[in-house]
């Protein structure tokens, strides 16, 4: 697949729609159809379609990501979410949320779980990347 | 949490600082550090003699699992107080001499304290909690942290087979316990020792007395290397010596003295009590003291030594059990009290005497009494303190020894006259085998004095020129000694502080109506007294003995001893055996075909769901309430079925592939038709991915050859999965029709209601997700971190050649 030109073309185009949209799933997953897990998902496919099409040390090129640190990264939000919540006396793992006014987006809901979301959202990705490159990688 | 928690907790917190130490401060023995803190401890714990001595009990709660009824309470009584002394005042004595035993260099100095805080913290967590879960917890900890300084020098063979042994051994009796625990709850209702004591009654009639009273024997037993479970502590002497002074004589191997003890109230009064504890402790103390007789190597001579003594220590509070049967009358429990005063005295000088073999090993390089011999001259010291050690252990006057091996004759005499129990058949086997393990007892002594220090000195066969161990390895087991000599010339000074709130916490006076113990232990009691004529029988025949010892000791050869204790003979066969029939199961169990993995779990799934469903009679399909059918699902319904029947007969891989991928499509068609975005959503990129994923994996995978197998096992493939989906279809038909038989309240209607206003977010589906069980999706994320890592440990680190794993 490494030469077909129109691949290549509607990839490159398809791939940007599909990341900005994974990331409006994200954001708006809480009100909704949407949230971290969908929106990993999206993304992750966005990227194994970047995979499939072109060859894996371009790839690495553009994306030098070491995928284990989104895990690890991810993990560590989502915990430390929970735990922040017993800093001031709550249960672990109480969510917040509050309605501010923003400058340009009006009134806004900001939520902790968001962060919880995002959380997930970075494990997720990170998971299925790094499953599907580690085979793809795979010489043996 | 009180001083009494944090006294329990601070080992541990400071097992974590002592690695930091090590390093940072190298220039001094990091055992220095450790030292502080048993010093402290005792002194506090010291502190609490008064307030006991004067009949009181210091209890301090902590809610921890109420909802369980397990917290940690802290209860310290006579007994646990007895036992906290032993623990931090031996602790700190052993620390002291491992300074000198370990030296700096070449000795992983931070693992050893560790452990032995650790051990430390976790006894003390035995001895003072008053919840028997709690105490379960701190029991198996110290059965890990012991097994670990067993195996600390663990490049040497001997050492990791020692530290497997005692593990193996006293978890599974551990576990036993823990069984036992839970039905005295079942029984009682609760954890803590007090309220089961007090309900001793509801206990008694229980049907579950003797299952319980066995499976924490059991526990207790393994603890206390009590015969046929005594085997693991003779192999655990390949820890350090001071490891061994600590562990396996002053304290670790108590715990199942302290249990039976501590329990005593529960369960004594019953024939089936009495005569297990006190036979399976006669039965030890004549075993242990007759094979001590023909080991070579100091230390093994200790370890039988030991579980002799520990055998002893367990008849004794078996006779003391029969008190509960006769309305606490002084003369039984005054074996009790011959219990609690040797505890004492064994600790003393048992203690003095491993750490002598561990000068003797330090300063020769050899604990074998056959290269050893007239180190006297070299080693006066040494030799003064082994002589008062042996002499006590071997019952002589002035030292304590002599006054608890007088009180044990005088409570096995007394048995013979305890009217039930079928003692008037069996009673006279009580005296008789004590003072013939007496006799063996006195012999071993005079074997580890004389052979060791007198005799004929052999330059040739010791690995260093012999000479006096350094002050700080002499000042433990001298304390130890002077102990002896103390308490063998002034009996009562422990009499009122320490025995008498102990042996009241093992009569409590809510049982027995004994406000006070008022106990008096005297040296002489005249010329005509029975258990005085034993002693010098005992010295007589000993002496005997032991001076004709060559003669007889081809005995141990012809009964086939010279070797190894016979019962090692079943524990090795048992762990061949183990090991032999874990392969099988293993074998039958992982083939290594996927299929095979799918048969039994699909078996199962069938077995398990089709017997609850029956059980429950869950079988209720009725048709009434089902919606109506629109067509265009009829059709999607169609087009998923032919899918599905289509992919089985592909044969190229990725066609198959996409097909399967196709039946996943069409299911998020249903999500959608059913208006449940989120989860059409999820489906669609799950599937979208995993199709990816498929589609790689088989890509660099090899052409697979074609599969032939018979048909006959294709057809039991064909019955199972029809029935896991016929079985799956019925348990939706018939949950349908049972949730409009008994309307249970939809749980989905909660979070309808509540998820805008508590969670904040109007998609339902994430607002659980997020908030409402966060905690799942939390370990959820950890599980699928944990599978990642697992995959690409699985390809990345592949063995290269053609190992088999």
Redesign the interface.
């Known amino acids: 697949m490494k030469n077909n030109l129109s691949l290549h073309t509607i990839t490159q185009i398809a791939v940007f729609i599909v990341l900005s949209f994974s990331f409006y799933l994200l954001f708006a997953g809480h009100s909704n159809p949407g949230g971290g897990f969908i929106g990993a998902l999206m993304t992750a496919s966005a990227i194994v379609l970047l995979y499939i099409s072109f060859d894996l040390k371009t790839i690495k090129k553009v994306l030098p990501f070491y995928y284990p640190y989104f895990i690890s990264t991810g993990l560590l939000i989502a915990m430390g979410t929970g735990v922040s919540s017993t800093l001031f006396g709550y249960p672990f793992l109480t969510q917040f949320f509050e309605y501010v006014n923003l400058p340009i987006l009006g009134e806004t809901e900001l939520t902790t779980a968001l962060v919880f979301d995002i959380g997930v959202f970075l494990v997720v990705i990170g998971v299925a990347l790094l499953i599907i490159t580690t085979i793809a990688e795979d010489e043996d | 949490m009180s001083a009494l928690h944090i006294a329990i907790i601070v080992p541990f917190l400071f097992a974590l600082i002592v690695p930091l130490l090590y390093n940072k401060i190298p220039k001094i023995h990091t055992g220095w550090f450790v030292l502080i803190l048993p010093t402290i401890l005792f002194a506090y714990l010291i502190s609490f003699i008064p307030t006991l001595s004067a009949g009181e009990v210091v209890v301090r709660k902590l809610t921890w699992v109420p909802s369980l009824g397990i917290n940690f309470d802290i209860r310290l009584d006579g007994l646990s107080l007895l036992f906290g002394l032993l623990i931090t005042g031996i602790g700190a004595l052993v620390v002291l001499y491992s300074i000198f035993y370990l030296t700096k260099k070449g000795e992983a100095l931070h693992n050893f304290y560790f452990y032995l805080l650790m051990f430390m913290g976790a006894m003390l967590g035995v001895v003072l909690s008053g919840n028997l879960m709690v105490m379960y917890v701190f029991w198996e900890l110290t059965s890990l942290s012991s097994s670990l300084l067993i195996g600390y020098w663990h490049h040497r063979e001997k050492s990791r087979y020692g530290a497997q042994k005692s593990m193996l051994i006293t978890v599974t009796g551990g576990f036993a316990m823990l069984a036992g625990f839970a039905l005295l709850y079942v029984m009682t209702g609760t954890f803590t020792i007090t309220e089961i004591i007090a309900q001793a009654d509801v206990v008694a009639a229980s049907n579950l007395f003797i299952p319980a009273m066995l499976l924490i024997l059991l526990g207790a037993f393994t603890k206390s290397a009590q015969f046929p479970f005594h085997i693991w502590l003779p192999d655990a002497m390949e820890a350090p010596t001071p490891v061994s002074a600590y562990l396996h004589s002053a304290t670790m191997v108590k715990m199942g003295i302290y249990l039976v003890a501590r329990l005593s109230p529960v369960f004594s009064g019953a024939p089936e009590w009495f005569w297990i504890v006190s036979g399976v402790g006669l039965l030890t103390l004549l075993w242990g003291s007759f094979n001590a007789v023909r080991q070579t190597d100091l230390k093994s001579i200790l370890a039988y030594s030991t579980i002799s003594q520990l055998g002893m220590l367990m008849s004794m509070l078996g006779v003391g059990s029969a008190a509960a049967y006769y309305g606490y009358e002084a003369g039984y429990t005054a074996a009790t009290v011959a219990a609690i005063f040797h505890l004492i005295n064994h600790s003393t000088f048992k203690g003095s005497l491993f750490m002598v073999a561990g000068i003797v090993d330090h300063e020769t390089g050899t604990r074998d009494i056959r290269k050893l011999g007239g180190l006297m001259t070299f080693m006066p010291i040494t030799f003064t303190l082994s002589i008062i050690g042996a002499f006590s252990m071997a019952g002589i006057y002035p030292f304590n020894g002599f006054l608890s091996k007088e009180m044990f004759l005088a409570t096995m005499l007394n048995a013979t006259e305890i009217a039930d129990f079928n003692m008037q058949t069996f009673g006279i086997l009580f005296p008789v085998i004590a003072w013939v393990a007496s006799v063996f007892t006195f012999i071993y002594c005079m074997v580890l004095v004389f052979k060791t220090f007198t005799g004929k000195y052999q330059p040739e066969k010791l690995e260093k020129k012999p000479h006096e161990a350094p002050i700080g390895m002499l000042i433990p087991p001298i304390i130890l000694a002077s102990l002896v000599v103390l308490f063998g010339l002034f009996p009562n000074i422990l009499s009122h502080s320490i025995i008498e709130p102990a042996v009241q916490a093992i009569y409590p006076a809510s049982l027995t109506g004994v406000e006070h113990f008022d106990i008096h232990i005297s040296a002489w009691h005249g010329i005509d007294y029975a258990p005085l004529h034993m002693t010098i029988g005992i010295i007589v025949v000993g002496l005997l003995l032991y001076l004709t010892l060559p003669k007889w000791q081809k005995i141990y050869q012809y009964l086939r001893l010279h070797q190894k204790d016979p019962v090692n003979y079943a524990y090795d066969y048992l762990l061949e055996k183990l090991v032999v029939v874990a392969a099988k199961i293993t074998n039958i169990q992982i083939t290594g075909l996927l299929r095979d993995y799918f048969v039994y779990m699909y078996v199962f799934l069938l077995g398990l769901t089709f017997y609850t469903m029956y059980r429950f009679n869950a079988f209720a399909i009725d048709t009434i309430n089902v919606a109506p059918i629109p067509l265009y699902v009829w059709f999607v319904v169609a087009v998923v079925t032919a899918a599905v029947i289509v992919v089985p007969f592909i044969n190229n891989k990725v066609v198959a592939i996409i097909s399967v991928g196709f039946v996943g499509f069409l299911v998020s068609l249903f999500y959608v038709l059913f208006r449940a ?2 989860l059409a ?2 489906q669609l ?2 599937e ?2 995993t199709t ?2 498929f589609l ?2 088989f890509y ?1 995978l090899p052409e697979l050859r074609k599969e032939k197998s018979k048909p006959t096992f294709k057809w039991v493939n064909v019955i199972i999965s029809v029935g896991v989906g016929a079985l799956v279809t019925v348990m939706a038909l018939s949950a349908l029709s049972f949730g409009n038989k008994k309307p249970f309240e939809s749980i989905s209607q909660y979070y309808i209601d509540n998820a805008h206003d508590l ?5 339902i ?3 659980i ?3 409402f069980r ?2 799942d ?2 370990l959820e ?2 599980v ?2 944990i ?3 697992g ?2 440990t699985l ?2 680190l ?1 063995m290269s050649g053609k190992e088999d794993v």
């Open positions: 975005p989120d959503l999820t990129l799950v979208t991915v990816a994923l790689l994996c660099h969670g904040g977010g109007d998609n589906v994430n607002v997700l997020v908030d966060g905690l999706t939390m994320i950890l699928l971190g599978a990642a890592l995959v690409v390809i990345k592949r």
